[in-house]
């Protein structure tokens, strides 16, 4: 069987390129990975072997990240750090039947510069952002490469207008960080509305967004409307209980002691009551009503799974405005956003009338749901992508050989 090399970029990246690698092992193929940016944690978990030594940006790789946290990478090493992983690439390349590439420019150009065989999920990029996708030079030329095997789009409107384009098939099966929440069952309706709060994933940005989400909760502590609601957040595990309890010691917040669950951490703030979890991202959001993001792909999972999602702008290094405003375009309507304010007071002000208007719509617009499970289908697809793209290029390679 062919061997392949998983190139990714980027921590969601990363969960896809993990996810396309074990279908492909269960399918007989030989299977590496060479994460660009980033440890490389998804790979790791399911024991498939990274190539060279990692290391963690702040940013979490180039795109839409502030000035500032772009400047910190490149003085902290990230261009050093980026021609040995192009290098490392082009070394192994012989060991290799075909690259998987999984992201954006950078990981094509790994391809390109190693001259290699490959297939691409071509995960960064949609025609949603302008209604016709405006690649960033030279990646068109790289489309056309008769290297290229088979692209997979993130979406159907980007597959229908890279066909266009390119003058060659682009597919759309879906996306692959969507499968992780296959072996979860879909809850039961239930009456209290419950709020996921997920501050992002990477440190000092995820402290300073948690801090924001903090001063969003004491703000709603005045109104008893949100008394009965449920506030959970999902944190990661470099976000440690200390850290948690430190900061919300500091803010006054009180500690319920929870004798059933002393893994997690319960706090109250007057009438809002906290609920701190690790490990436990994909079984909160799928019983989640209304998700409060400073995240990406983790925002891109939520809106797959039809539910709203309430922004607030962030300073960066990742979860800036621009980035937010490109997450708007590319999920659709639903996901819902404080824009019109000059100061943190007023962006928590607005942000507050979004939620009570999204708890309206959930309760007494019976067309509000089935709207967002249209968007999902039309923005992510359906779950089940790995199965299909992994499905997809064992036919190329049958018919080739």
Same mark, same amino acid.
């Given at each position: 069987m062919s061997r392949f090399l998983v190139i990714s970029n980027g921590h969601g990246e990363d969960l896809s390129g993990c996810l396309l690698a074990k279908q492909l092992i269960e399918l007989g193929y030989k299977v590496d990975a060479l994460p660009i940016v980033g440890n490389g944690n998804n790979y790791s978990k399911e024991k498939i072997r990274i190539l060279g030594k990692t290391r963690l940006f702040a940013t979490g790789g180039l795109g839409y990240n502030s000035l500032k946290g772009r400047l910190d990478d490149l003085v902290n090493g990230q261009i050093i750090y980026f021609f040995k992983k192009l290098f490392l690439a082009y070394s192994v390349r012989k060991e290799y039947d075909y690259?998987?590439?999984?992201?954006?420019?950078? #990981?094509?150009? @790994?391809?390109?510069? %190693?001259? +290699?065989?490959?297939?691409? *999920?071509?995960?960064?990029?949609?025609?949603?952002? $302008?209604?016709?996708?405006?690649?960033?030079? #030279?990646?068109? @030329?790289?489309?056309? %490469?008769? +290297?290229?095997?088979?692209? *997979?789009?993130?979406?159907?409107?980007?597959?229908? $207008?890279?066909?266009?384009?390119?003058?060659?098939?682009?597919? @759309?099966?879906?996306?692959?960080?969507?499968?992780?929440?296959?072996?979860?069952?879909?809850?039961?309706?239930?009456?209290?509305?419950?709020?996921?709060?997920?501050?992002?994933s990477r440190i000092p940005e995820m402290q300073r967004n948690l801090n924001i989400m903090l001063d969003l909760l004491e703000d709603l502590s005045n109104l008893k409307i949100f008394k009965d609601f449920s506030f959970e957040f999902a944190l990661v595990d470099s976000f440690s209980k200390k850290k948690i309890e430190k900061i919300l010691h500091n803010r006054s917040w009180e500690f319920c002691p929870n004798k059933r669950d002393v893994k997690n951490l319960i706090y109250k703030f007057k009438l809002i009551k906290i609920n701190l979890l690790w490990k436990s991202f994909e079984k909160l959001l799928i019983k989640s009503d209304v998700v409060i993001s400073m995240s990406g792909t983790a925002a891109e999972q939520a809106v797959g799974l039809a539910k709203p999602v309430i922004q607030i702008e962030g300073s960066g290094p990742q979860f800036t405005r621009s980035f937010a405003f490109a997450q708007r375009r590319l999920l659709g309507e639903y996901v819902f956003c404080a824009t019109n304010y000059k100061t943190k007071e007023q962006q928590l002000k607005e942000t507050i009338k979004i939620m009570l208007k999204v708890i309206y719509l959930l309760k007494l617009d019976a067309r509000f749901l089935s709207q967002c499970k249209k968007n999902a289908i039309v923005r992510i697809g359906e779950i089940g992508a790995c199965y299909k793209i992994s499905s997809n290029i064992n036919d190329y390679l049958k018919n080739a050989n």
């Open positions: 690259f998987l590439i999984v992201g954006d420019i950078v #990981p094509i150009l @790994f391809a390109w510069f %190693s001259r +290699k065989k490959y297939f691409l *999920y071509l995960v960064a990029y949609s025609s949603h952002y $302008d209604g016709k996708l405006k690649l960033p030079w #030279p990646c068109k @030329f790289f489309l056309k %490469s008769k +290297k290229l095997k088979k692209i *997979y789009a993130r979406d159907l409107l980007t597959a229908e $207008d890279l066909t266009n384009q390119l003058k060659r098939n682009v597919n @759309f099966f879906g996306n692959p960080f969507m499968d992780e929440f296959i072996r979860y069952k879909k809850r039961s309706k239930n009456a209290k509305i419950s709020f996921l709060l997920l501050p992002g």
